[in-house]
């Protein structure tokens, strides 16, 4: 039986070690980052160890879907750079812990109070931070406002809102520490120079959307597969 405290739990340790992995990473070389990953993969297996075969599909799924983004969107594309150059060791486990956080806490505030609050919570900071990005920021982020309709979409009509909703308090934080303190710098323009960016984009959030989306969709698919399997009929006695 799942314990009531595990929601708690997960959130404290992934903003815990979010920013230690990002300050360790500080300076370090190719060796200590790669260390740094195998510590985040052993930490995620963990912690994957107390879920349900559905959410380790889930958590698979994105870290997959969050890979392929990650060497597409960084060496190739260049939409930003992390300090070395290359994508961090600690990247794809950190992916799965982001999405195992906002999935826990969209899955704990379910059938309260405090689901409604959490989505409109998320849609207004975020239209803040938008806002804010087009019309004072002193480094336009016009590509952060069209993330942020992304994000009002999953917001509104996404198949759970709640889930996406902790994903933006998740991602924000991640993004506005890595950011901070140099792990990775957002290029200025679109790889195609139609928007600007801000470092990082006011509705990075919506981006993380897609993952999120991924995520939930690989979980439609797994209990189909296991609802047909279960359908079968047992096999004919000898």
Not at 25 to 40: F, K, M, S
Not at 164 to 179: D, I, N, P, Q, R
Request: glycine fraction near 12%; hydrophobic fraction near 55%; charged fraction near 10%.
């Amino acid at each position: 039986m799942r314990s009531p405290s595990r929601p708690l739990l997960i959130s404290i340790v992934s903003a815990l070690w979010i920013p230690a992995v990002l300050l360790l990473d500080a300076g370090a070389g190719i060796w200590e980052q790669r260390a740094l990953g195998v510590a985040t993969w052993g930490l995620l297996i963990i912690l994957l160890r107390g879920e349900t075969r559905s959410v380790r599909v889930q958590v698979a799924a994105v870290i997959v879907a969050a890979t392929m983004l990650e060497y597409t969107a960084s060496p190739l594309l260049g939409l930003y750079t992390y300090r070395l150059e290359n994508v961090p060791s600690f990247v794809p486990p950190g992916h799965g812990l982001v999405y195992l956080a906002a999935l826990t806490i969209g899955n704990a505030v379910l059938g309260t109070a405090w689901n409604r609050r959490l989505v409109y919570a998320a849609l207004g900071l975020s239209a803040a931070w938008a806002l804010w990005g087009v019309l004072i920021s002193s480094r336009q982020d016009t590509g952060g406002a069209l993330l942020f309709l992304f994000l009002a979409g999953f917001l509104l009509r996404g198949r759970q809102p709640s889930v996406y909703a902790a994903a933006f308090f998740v991602t924000a934080y991640l993004e506005l520490l890595g950011t901070s303190i140099g792990t990775w710098a957002w290029a200025h323009h679109d790889f195609v120079g139609v928007t600007t960016l801000g470092n990082p984009p006011s509705g990075i959030a919506g981006g993380y959307g897609w993952l999120d989306m991924v995520g939930l969709y690989a979980a439609v698919w797994f209990g189909a597969l296991v609802g047909r399997a279960e359908a079968l009929p047992e096999p004919a006695s000898a």
